[in-house]
C-alpha cells in the first residue's frame, strides 16, 4: 500500500465538486426497503397501536384521533424529521395537557392548538434553538414526567374499577373510597389480567422466553384480556371507532386568547422537550451499534423540531392528537433493527390499514385493558433511577417541587415552579460560602469554601482581621468563581497585611493551584531592599520552562533551595555553571513539586494508590509536547487513561504493525478497567499529518515512515469524493494539513470501532466514542457532532457544557 496525496487538498475551500467530462452517468438509484426495517416496521406498530389507542382514551379525545397521531408521527416526522429511527406519534406525556385542554376548550379546539403549536415548533426550528432547549434542567424535565406519570395512574385507575376519571388528581383521589365501594369486577378482572400479562411477559425464561419476548408485551397483554372476554362473554366498556365520515376535524380556536396562547406554549413546550431527548437517547442507542452508527449517523435536533412541527401541523388538522418522540416505540425500533427512517414510515402506513380495516377486531378491545396498559406506562415514568440520579446532584427538591406543581397544578404552572425552584437553589449556592480560620504550627489557615462574592465580604472581612499582624496566613480557595468585590476586598487586605512585615499566600485548596496576586509594586520593602515574602515564586503547575521568569527579586540566586525564588533562562540560554540546562530544568520542576504540590495531593494519590485506579475516560493523542491532557480537559490523578504516539493513530484491528501497543491499550482499558469513554483527540500544527501530505508513494523504511503508514486511510478519506469534509465550528478548515488533521481524527475512530473490545463494549451500551479537535494557537477545543451527516467540530464554551 502507498501513500496517497489528494490533489485537491491544496484547495480547501472548495464548494463544489464538478464531475469529469468523460465519466459515465451516475446509475438510477432504486427505491429500496431493507427487510430489516420492515421487520422492525411490524414490531413498532403492535406496540404502537394499542398504546395510541389508550392514550385517546386517557385523553377524552375520540379514540380515532390516536389513531391519526400515530399515522402522522410515522409518515410525516419520519419522513421530514432529524432522527431517522425515532418513532413519533402521541405520547403518554402529553396525556395530561391534552386531556386539561379538551376539558376546558372542546376537541375541535384542542386540534387547532395542536397546529398552532406545530406552526410554533417550525419557527423554533428555523431559528435553530433545539440545542438550547436542552439546557432545561435534568430534574425539571424528569420532574415534570413524573408529575404527569401519577396525573394518568390516578386517572385510569378509576377505569381500570370500572368507572370515570375527574377532571383533577384531587378529585380523583376523593372520588377513589366511592369507587372502590362501587367496582365492576369484570373490568378489574381484565385490568389484573393485563398487567399481569404485561409484567410477566418479558420475565419467562430460557429459550422459549426469548422466542416469545418476540411478541410486545402490550400486544400480548391487550390481545390476551380482549380474547378472554370474547371468550367469556364478559358485559363490558369496549372500543367504539364511530365513522371515519363523522370524525371531527380542527375548527377555528375559541376562547380567551390569552389561555389560547399559554395552551399553545405548554403543547409546544412538553411536544419539543420530549422529542428532543428522545432523539438524544434514540443517538445513545445507536451508538451502542458500530454498523449501524456510521450508516445512520447523528441526529439534526434542528431537523427534527422542524420534522416534529409538521407532524403536528397534519395531525391537529386532521383531528388527531398532539404528536412527539416516544421513548418506549423509538427503542423498540432501534433493537428491531431498524437501519433507516423506512420503518417508521413503514410503521404509519400499519397504522393506516389498521384504522380503516381492522375497526371491527378494534372493537372487541375492553377499555379496562387499554386504561390498565395506559396506567402501567404513567407509573413506570416515575422512574427510580431519575431519582436518584437527581439526589446524587443534590437537586430532588427541585424533582420534588416540579413533580407535585405539575400534578397539583398544571404541566406549565409545575414546570415554571421547578425552574423558580432551580433557580433559587443555584443563587443559594452561589451565595452560601462557608469560611473557617485556624492555625497550625504557627501558620494561619483561611478555608474558603463556596463561590466568593461580594455577599460573603463582610464575613471575609471578619475572619481575615482576626489574623495577627506579621503572621503567615495561607487563604485556600475551594470554588470556582470570585467576583470583583472579593478581589478587591482580599487585594486591599493582603497589601495592608504584606505592609506590616507579614506574608500571604492565596491557594486553590483542591489543585495546589496559586491563584493570581495583585501587583505589588506599591508595597513598602526594607531598609535593606529586600521585598516583602509575599514576592516569592508565583509559578502555575503549566508554567512552561521556556520563555519564564518567576516573579521573585533580581538579585536572587539560582539556588533552588526552597523558599528562594528562582529565574529561568530565555530561549537558548543556560544558567551560569550549567553543564545541561535541561537537567537543571527538570530537577528544579521535581523540586517545585515536591515543595508546593505534593503535600496537597498526597492524600488523594494515597487513596488511588490502595484502591487502584478507576479511571472513567481513556484518552488517545498525538505526543505533541503543546498538548498538555489534563489541562485542557480540567482532569486530575486517576480521571483519564491516557495513550500518546505520533500522530494520534489507531492501527486497524489484524494489521501486522510489528507494534501493538495502542491495541493493548484499548483491550487493557476497554476490558480491564472498564472505561465508559472513549476519546480520540487531534490538534492544530500536527506534524505527523504534515509529514502524510509530503510523503512519497513507495517502500517505508524508516520506524517513522512505516508508522504514519496507519494514517494513509485518512488520506484517502479525504480524497474520497463521495465524504463530505470535516468542518471546523462551521468554517472550512485553514489549509490541507487542518483539514487532514480533522479528518483523521474521524478514520481513527473508524479504525477504533473495528477492535473486539471496543465493538463488544458499544453493542452492549456500556461505551462511548468520542472525536476531539484542540487548536493550540487559539486555546480553543472542538467535540465532533456529525449532526445530519456532516462532519462537524463544535466549539466547546461554558454554555456548551450544561447541554
Known sequence: MSACVPTRATDPSRTKRTPQPHSPPPPHRRFRVAGADVSASVAVFLIALPLSLGIALATGAPLQAGLVAAAAGGLVAGLLGGCPLQVSGPAAGLTVVTADLIHRYGWRTTCAITVLAGLAQLALGCVRVARTALAVSPAIVHGMLAGIGVTIAVAQLHIVLGGTPQSSVLANLRALPAQLADMHPADVAMSVLTLALLLLWPRVPGRVGHLMRKIPAALVAVAGATLTASLAGLGLAKVDLPSWSSHALAGLPEGPVLGIAAAVLTTTLVCSVQSLLGAVAVDKLVAGQPGLSARVGRSDLNRELLGQGAANIVSGALGGLPVAGVAVRSSANVRAGAVSRNSTMLHGVLVVIAALLMVPVLELIPLASLAALVMAVGIQMVSLHHIRTVTRHREVLVYAVTTLGVVLLGVLEGVLLGVTVAVAVALNRLAHTRITHDEQEGVHHVHVRGQLTFLAVPRLSRILHLVPQG?????????????????????????????????????????????????????????????????????????????????????????????????????????????????????????????????????????????????????????????????????????????????????????????????????????????????????????????????????????????????????????????????????????????????????????????????????????????????????????????????????????????
Open 471 to 803: 503572621a503567615h496566613v495561607v487563604v485556600e480557595l475551594d470554588g470556582s468563581f470570585m467576583d470583583h468585590a472579593a478581589y478587591e476586598s482580599l487585594q486591599d487586605w493582603q497589601n495592608a497585611h504584606t505592609a506590616r512585615g507579614g506574608s500571604a499566600e492565596l491557594t486553590g485548596r483542591r489543585t495546589g493551584v496559586r491563584v493570581a496576586e495583585p501587583d505589588h509594586a506599591g508595597s513598602e520593602a526594607d531598609p535593606a531592599g529586600t521585598p516583602p515574602a509575599s514576592t516569592a515564586c508565583r509559578c502555575h503547575p503549566w508554567t512552561p520552562w521556556r520563555n519564564h521568569q518567576c516573579e521573585g527579586p533580581p538579585s536572587a540566586p539560582p539556588s533552588g533551595h526552597p523558599g528562594e525564588p528562582v529565574h529561568r533562562p530565555g530561549p537558548g540560554a543556560s544558567l551560569p555553571g550549567d553543564a545541561d540546562a535541561g537537567g537543571h530544568q527538570l530537577a528544579r520542576g521535581i523540586s517545585a513539586f515536591q515543595r508546593n504540590t505534593a503535600p496537597l495531593v498526597r492524600g488523594e494519590l494515597a487513596r488511588l494508590a490502595r484502591e487502584g485506579q478507576r479511571p472513567s475516560q481513556l484518552f488517545l493523542t498525538c505526543a505533541d509536547s503543546r498538548l498538555v491532557t489534563s489541562m485542557i480537559t480540567s482532569s486530575g490523578p486517576g480521571d483519564l487513561f491516557v495513550v500518546r504516539n505520533v500522530g494520534n493513530l489507531v492501527p486497524p484491528p489484524g494489521e501486522e504493525s510489528g507494534d501493538d501497543s495502542v491495541a493493548a491499550a484499548i483491550e487493557y482499558a476497554v476490558d480491564v478497567l472498564r472505561v465508559r469513554s472513549i476519546t480520540v483527540c487531534g490538534h492544530s500544527g500536527c506534524g505527523a499529518m504534515q509529514a502524510l501530505l509530503n510523503s512519497e508513494s513507495g517502500e517505508a523504511r524508516t520506524p517513522l515512515q512505516r508508522w504514519l503508514r496507519h494514517g494513509w486511510p485518512s488520506l484517502e478519506r479525504m480524497a474520497d469524493d463521495d465524504r463530505p469534509w470535516a468542518r471546523l465550528a462551521g468554517r472550512t478548515p485553514a489549509d490541507a494539513v487542518e483539514q487532514l488533521c480533522l479528518t483523521n481524527v474521524v478514520q481513527q475512530l473508524e479504525h477504533l470501532r473495528g477492535h473486539g473490545s471496543v465493538a463488544r463494549a458499544l453493542r452492549e451500551g456500556a461505551l462511548e466514542l468520542h472525536g476531539m479537535y484542540f487548536h493550540v494557537g487559539e486555546a480553543q477545543a472542538y467535540l465532533l457532532s456529525g449532526e445530519g451527516g456532516e462532519e462537524l467540530f463544535d466549539g466547546v464554551g461554558v454554555a456548551d457544557l450544561s447541554v
